[in-house]
């Protein structure tokens, strides 16, 4: 393929990814309201099988080890909370594109799957700290926010992947404008119109489209960009040695104007969450 139609190749392909599951979007619109029961969750969940299949696998993960085996829905959900259902669902649907590697970007199989996981449910966390944005929009967007890289992995030549890497590796420039002189779009771009192409809302776009440089997204979307640069910050502080971590949440701290040991705290929470989801 010429270097010139990749990012109509690109677009065509982020635009053309296969559908979110229905009972994502009525999930999502549930928790839009301002008032729902969680009978109405659960009536959504019981009509998507694997769905109810994978939130009663997750109610039983080990972190609940020692609690009573759970074996109705009701009981899963009631257990984990009507929120994490919709954070069940979403990963559900998309763990499949975000389990690829990604050699231009230094993720191997399953890598980036992984760090996905972390960040949104550290975005989450933060979003509920902090009620700046909406807890369910901060996973959303966080866990999508590399989706974009995903794409561009899939369509770049093994020596253009190249190129990605040693920009990456070596800081010459930073990995979003390495991208834009080959491709003249970066992952945040391509993610938001992924993110556009399966309906989700406008701020929530933007947000995906500025999760490298949040202050470039539009005023009403800043803060959860914010959030959403935050959580890739701290997922790479989960990723890291113990010795490393420490020193990587002080400057998130600061930026979102939190005490380090609330940082700590947060981030502690989130990797046995986090072990919790992957183990089921
Ligand atoms: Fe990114």
Known sequence: MHLSELPDQLIDDAFGVEPLPDSVHRLRKLFAGEEWALADAIGIVRLDAPLTARVLQVANAPAFVGRAEIRTLQQAVGRLGARTVLAIALSAAVRGALEAAAPGYGYGPGDLWKRSVSSALAAEALAKKMATASPDEAFTASLLQDIGAVLVSRHLEPSLLGLLEIARCQARETPLAAERELLELDHGEVGRLVAQAWGLPEGLCEAIAHHHDPEAARPGAQDLARLVWASDRLADALEAAPED????????????????????????????????????
């Open 245 to 280: 971590a420490d020193a990587m949440l002080g400057p998130v701290a600061e930026r979102l104007g939190l005490e380090r040991e609330q940082v700590a705290t947060l981030v502690a929470r989130v990797a046995e969450q986090r072990d919790a989801l992957l183990a089921a």
